[in-house]
């Protein structure tokens, strides 16, 4: 009987060592180094000043709290509000195992020093505030305490299968996903208690496998911040894009807006940090403050990485674009392709069909331009279709050449570079009006002085003095030189210009279902006033073509054609 007592005095003291002496726990552990550490020797700003065991603020030897890992502390009672996503595929339940205790402190709702078993003296230690408390609304944070299976990863995409977690991410024995699949409390060798390495992305593409992130720019690049504007990176230890890869966008733990866990919190913004001067070599911030431009910041937090096309409410926004894991700066291969910058982006095809991905530039513009009439204000045609995908369609009797290559085997007066087999893409017309003269101006249809959106001046407006200015954009390639010298057997271009005639009164720029070159009357301008109407007598609105020009019966300018022929 006394030897037992004798053992049973051994073993209580030594779980009194246990709970009162600091020291490492675990292989190549050590707490007491750590913000962990609690003690009055502890390294953080939260300890107590109390002399207490170094384990003794989670766990106790006996009469713990039942859930698991001797844990020396009550549990939260609070309800999470959790995250949500349209791309949310997993059972997000309220937090259970592991993720439950870490909760105990860090949401925030019990003091720290509410031990179960103090071991001694009570600590006093309060609330923990701060960063590290994240309340008891989880949105803005990555989910836990969901299964993470096969079956997630198969129907999910773009998801690692669970079998493959063997090294330091992994889930736990309910092969659930939990705070301690991504943190070690015991361990700080890496920033916040992470379990491995955050450069390059490394923690977040163990899981999650975005299509074409290996070869993308937010993957590879270089840059880094000049200093200027706000840090995308604050209280990162890498300089640059690459190094910093997930979280130059995203924030796993209050992000800054909760859709998607963007650092940001506003949808333009998150782009902007870097591309508003700040990191990227191109400003866009400020093409988007010009005349005419996509409105991004009308319609914020609207599109979701799987919204359908045919559905969704009319927006535009970085994303509908550029796929921030998949865009780069390669070249398309071949020139009607995608370039690198809207890989991975959906589209629409000239059929009407969802693309995923586009592979081609126009399929991308129908994804807003395709689906409907445009709504923006514009002038009135004899057929006003203003759908850009019919506009474009080749069975159409001409369209400029972007879906296939145009009609018009015998056009002339073309500048040099362009032939009659020509492609043109949306963007040799609509683009940065800096772009035509070079220099470190982004490309792309995101702001112009002119609108809409055009590289070059284009005006449209009936009564318009020609110049070289005023119909820059037509004169790209069409050559000018030319199209302002009648001669004799071609249609008689310079009569009309001299009568301040504009392109636009005969010519849609996109295309026309039921005439050839273009022809398409504009019967009022954008003011409503008058620009072509019906013939005097015979009340005809028509276009006879012929091979070098046509008939025309109609009335503009105060001139009565009935017809008029030309050549």
């Excluded at 701060?130 to 949105?139: F, I």
């Excluded at 015991?186 to 999650?208: I, P, Q, S, Y």
């Amino acid at each position: 009987m006394m030897h037992r007592m004798v053992r049973l005095a051994g073993l209580s003291l030594a779980m009194v060592w246990l709970v009162a002496v600091p020291f490492s726990v675990g292989a190549g552990s050590n707490i007491a180094s750590t913000v962990h550490n609690l003690t009055p020797t502890g390294p953080g700003n939260f300890k107590a000043p109390e002399s207490t065991g170094l384990c003794v603020f989670c766990h106790t030897p006996h009469s713990s709290n039942p859930q698991r890992s001797l844990w020396n502390r009550e549990l939260s009672a609070a309800t999470y509000e959790l995250y949500t996503s349209s791309t949310l595929l997993a059972q997000v339940k309220q937090p259970t195992g592991s993720s439950r205790l870490c909760l105990s402190c860090h949401d925030g709702t019990l003091a720290m020093g509410n031990l179960l078993r103090p071991g001694g003296v009570r600590p006093t230690l309060g609330f923990l505030t701060g960063k590290a408390a994240l309340g008891t609304n989880l949105s803005a944070d990555h989910p836990v305490s969901f299964v993470y299976d096969a079956a997630l990863a198969t129907a999910r995409g773009e998801l690692a299968f669970p079998s493959v977690l063997t090294g330091a991410i992994k889930l736990d024995q309910n092969h659930e996903m939990q705070c301690t699949s991504c943190h070690d409390a015991h361990e700080d060798r890496h920033a916040k208690f992470m379990r491995m390495d955050t450069r390059n992305g490394a923690l977040c593409v163990t899981c999650h496998k975005p299509t074409g992130w290996e070869n993308s720019t937010h993957a590879t690049s270089s840059a880094t911040w000049n200093g200027t504007g706000t840090s995308p990176w604050p209280g990162s230890a890498y300089p640059t894009v690459a190094e910093n890869a997930c979280s130059s966008c995203h924030k796993p733990h209050t992000a800054g807006h909760a859709k998607a866990l963007l650092a940001q919190p506003g949808e333009v913004a998150n782009c902007m940090v870097c591309h508003g001067g700040a990191v990227a070599a191109r400003n866009l911030q400020n093409e988007f403050s010009k005349l005419s431009s996509h409105p991004i910041s009308a319609a914020e937090w609207t599109h979701t990485p799987n919204e359908k096309p045919m559905e969704m409410a009319r927006h535009v926004t970085c994303a509908d674009c550029h796929n921030p894991h998949a865009s780069n700066n390669t070249p398309a291969a071949v020139a009607t392709d995608v370039t690198g910058r809207l890989l991975g982006v959906r589209g629409i095809s000239q059929a009407g069909g969802v693309l995923i991905p586009a592979t081609k530039e126009y399929e991308v513009c129908y994804k807003c331009h395709g689906l409907s009439d445009a709504t923006t204000q514009s002038f009135q045609r004899q057929d006003n279709n203003r759908n850009v995908l019919k506009e474009f369609d080749p069975s159409n009797q001409s369209y400029h050449p972007v879906v296939a290559v145009g009609k018009n085997a015998g056009i002339q007066n073309l500048v040099t570079g362009y032939t009659a087999s020509s492609r043109l893409l949306c963007s040799s017309c609509h683009n940065n009006d800096a772009a035509a003269s070079g220099g470190t101006a982004p490309a792309g249809p995101h702001g112009s002085q002119y609108a809409p959106i055009l590289e070059r001046q284009y005006d449209a407006a009936d009564n318009t003095i020609e110049s070289p200015q005023s119909y820059a954009l037509c004169y790209k390639c069409h050559d000018r030189n030319a199209l302002t010298i009648d001669v004799a057997g071609k249609f008689p271009h310079a009569r009309h210009l001299a009568k301040n005639t504009s392109c636009a009164s005969c010519h849609d720029a996109h295309g026309s279902r039921y005439n050839p070159r273009l022809i398409n009357f504009m019967l009022f301008d954008k003011n409503g006033l008058p620009v072509v109407s019906k013939s005097t007598a015979q009340q005809r609105l028509e276009y006879i073509p012929s091979v070098t020009g046509g008939q025309c019966y109609l009335s503009c300018h105060g001139v009565n054609h009935e017809p008029s022929t030309a050549p």
